[in-house]
Nanobody
């Protein structure tokens, strides 16, 4: 059973940094990703990686600012967010892919993910 719990959200000023954590279990050999959803907008994939090793994928608007990483020993996936902008404000969700042994699609789609955490709020003020 895959279980995901996010933490690390908060309020920061533009230009600041936050590190989100996803404490995960049962997610081995799956694509694991961070999504975000702002009020009135669709949920979008921000960053993904194949658990245990593999490529990383990023939304164009966060490339060079966000980094996804995994600490296998701690069963935790991180999203380091630097140079935050007000448009990064959203609820951020950790998600695990529906199929095992399937790497992430370069364009992360919600339809490919069956397991979701409850989210952590990120607010960036100008």
């Amino acid at each position: 059973q895959v279980q995901l719990v996010e933490s690390g959200g908060g309020s920061v000023q533009a230009g600041g940094s936050l590190r989100l954590s996803c404490s995960a279990s049962g997610y081995a050999n799956r694509c694991i990703a961070w999504f975000r959803q702002a009020p009135g907008k669709e949920r979008e994939g921000v960053a993904g990686t194949y658990a245990g090793g593999g490529g990383t994928y990023y939304l164009d608007s966060v490339k060079g600012r966000f980094t996804i990483s995994e600490d296998i020993a701690k069963n935790t996936v991180y999203l380091q967010m630097n140079s935050l902008k007000p448009e990064d404000s959203a609820m951020y969700y950790c998600a695990a892919g529906s199929q095992m042994y399937r790497s992430c699609s370069p364009h992360l789609r919600t339809i490919d993910f069956n397991y979701w955490g409850k989210g952590t709020q990120v607010t960036v003020s100008s």
